[in-house]
């Protein structure tokens, strides 16, 4: 398994409270600094914009910095999907990361079916894979069974067992369901904490090791169940709240969180 780095994992650092958010060649050159060995642009609305001499310039990039590269988007609308396999075709992508749902379209398990029929066999056709990340949206059952409708070697998982929990699914029963369709891990860890007053909780990111992901235990269940295991990327991601000290405060711990989650996979090998 290679090891890499998501935009979410620069998620303020990129973002319209940074006083100059980083740049994509930025965090390519951070993620390669870190010891990363890929790194997925996911849902970073700019790369829908650019051209294909831009394109051209983010691949010459992650070649330059040893990069492997990945898209990730939401949506199964065929034309959409169709975009991203155009832009994966150019960045050298093999794998995109999607969801079901966007804030216009929520496809029933029978539509979803219908519509990636229409477009996953243009994917085959490229030797990309297209992953459906697991969320609350949508439950694990039907993501399965959208899977599964669609019947295709080049269709499967983005497993991300955090994403759940707010459907109230463990994240233990969610690996188990899902191990034999995985094509991509998000690795980011989770935990409770009490609100003021002890009224209610907070559900939030934490450093990697310090919460309720059991790390270990999810990638065995991947490795027992897919004998392709070895090709299925790592990619570090965040779900870190902003802090109450500032954009500075923020950033700084964003690093040091994603320093850490890196340097955690390295040693994990």
């Not at 609308?77 to 832009?87: F, I, S, T």
């Amino acid at each position: 398994m290679a090891y890499g780095i998501s935009t979410y994992a620069y998620f303020w650092r990129f973002s319209d409270r940074a006083p100059r958010p980083m740049t994509l060649p930025e965090m390519l050159r951070d993620t390669a600094s870190l010891g990363g060995q890929a790194f997925q642009i996911c849902d970073y609305a700019p790369i829908e914009s650019y051209d294909s001499a831009q394109l051209a310039d983010v691949r010459a990039t992650a070649d330059d910095l040893g990069l492997r590269l990945e898209l990730g988007t939401r949506g199964v609308r065929p034309a959409h999907l169709l975009k991203y396999l155009d832009m994966a075709r150019q960045l050298d992508v093999t794998l995109v990361r999607s969801m079901l749902n966007t804030a216009d379209h929520r496809p029933d398990t029978t539509e979803a079916v219908s519509l990636l029929k229409e477009a996953v066999p243009h994917y085959e056709d490229a030797g990309v894979t297209l992953g459906l990340e697991t969320y609350e949206q949508v439950s694990t059952d039907d993501l399965l069974a959208v899977v599964r409708g669609v019947d295709s070697e080049r269709l499967g998982v983005v497993l991300d067992p955090g994403n759940s929990v707010a459907r109230l699914e463990r994240p233990v029963d969610v690996v188990t369901a899902t191990a034999p369709h995985v094509v991509n891990i998000h690795v980011k860890d989770f935990a409770f904490t009490r609100r003021d007053g002890w009224v209610g909780f907070t559900y939030a990111g934490c450093p990697l090791g310090e919460g309720l992901l059991d790390y270990d235990a999810m990638i065995a269940a991947v490795r027992a169940a897919r004998p392709d295991a070895d090709g299925i990327n790592q990619i570090v991601e965040h779900w870190l709240p902003w802090q109450d000290e500032g954009f500075d405060a923020t950033a700084r711990l964003e690093d040091q969180w994603t320093q850490h989650s890196i340097n955690t996979l390295l040693r994990s090998k």
